[in-house]
């Protein structure tokens, strides 16, 4: 079964510094999507950022981008500029096909200002 | 609204009830989850339906705990006999595809106590 782990149970970062929140994965597969969601104290989870196994270039997405390593089955979040409402909780998930989405324990971000 | 509706946003129920927790998705998707998230936790998976295919139910922790999508849209989840380790927010979302290529849009989730 697909596994997603975020070793960073918690993690800070200065106000306009830049914080990379790390993910590693467990397949076999080679075709899958890779996410980022966060979820504000609001409870509302939305999406940050994808990419797509298959496309070797990095996404990004204004202050936000990934460091996607196939072979290593890596997938670290890099958030430049930080901002006050960043801080939030943040989901790494894997999908594949039409299977399930699976998510690992997140990482809560800190903001100081 | 255009988002994922779920209702009601809290629920108390005393030990031994039985609770429902209904999921309105986004109108033409296909693709609907159900997870559940402790405090200060992760998300656990539930149960997924997409399209006409048999429901993935792997995740149900026990067969106290049900789900239905009646007519590829409305979900409803319900918990018989409520313990109070089921205490958690139960999180919803829906996509309008099965596949990663289109995204999971969530619900606010509710907030389910059991006492």
């Known amino acids: 079964a697909q596994t997603v782990t975020q070793s960073q149970p918690e993690m800070s970062v200065q106000e306009a510094e830049t914080v990379t929140l790390s993910c590693t994965y467990d397949t076999s597969e080679s075709d899958y999507y890779l996410f980022w969601y966060k979820q504000p104290p609001s409870r509302q989870m939305i999406l940050v950022i994808r990419q797509e196994a298959y496309k070797q270039q990095n996404a990004t997405e204004n202050r936000f981008s990934v460091n996607f390593q196939k072979a290593a089955k890596s997938f670290s979040l890099k958030i430049s500029d930080s901002q006050l409402g960043d801080a939030a909780m943040y989901f790494c998930a894997y999908k594949r096909g039409a299977q399930k989405l699976v998510f690992g324990q997140g990482t809560r971000l800190t903001i100081n200002p | 609204g255009a988002g994922v509706s779920q209702s009601p946003s809290n629920k108390v129920t005393e030990k031994g009830k039985d609770v429902e927790l209904r999921c309105d998705p986004i109108?033409?998707?296909?693709?609907l989850y159900w997870y559940r998230q402790s405090l200060g936790q992760g998300l656990e998976f539930l149960i997924y339906f997409q399209g006409n295919s048999a429901p993935d139910k792997s995740g149900l922790p026990s067969d106290r705990f049900s789900a239905e999508r009646t007519g590829g849209s409305v979900s409803t989840l319900t918990i018989q006999r409520t313990q109070q380790e089921d205490s958690a927010v139960y999180l919803c979302?829906?996509?309008?595809?099965?596949?990663?290529?289109?995204?999971?849009?969530f619900g606010q989730g509710t907030r389910l106590t059991v006492v």
């Open positions: 109108s033409g998707h296909t693709a």
């Open positions: 979302a829906s996509s309008l595809l099965g596949t990663g290529k289109t995204e999971a849009f």
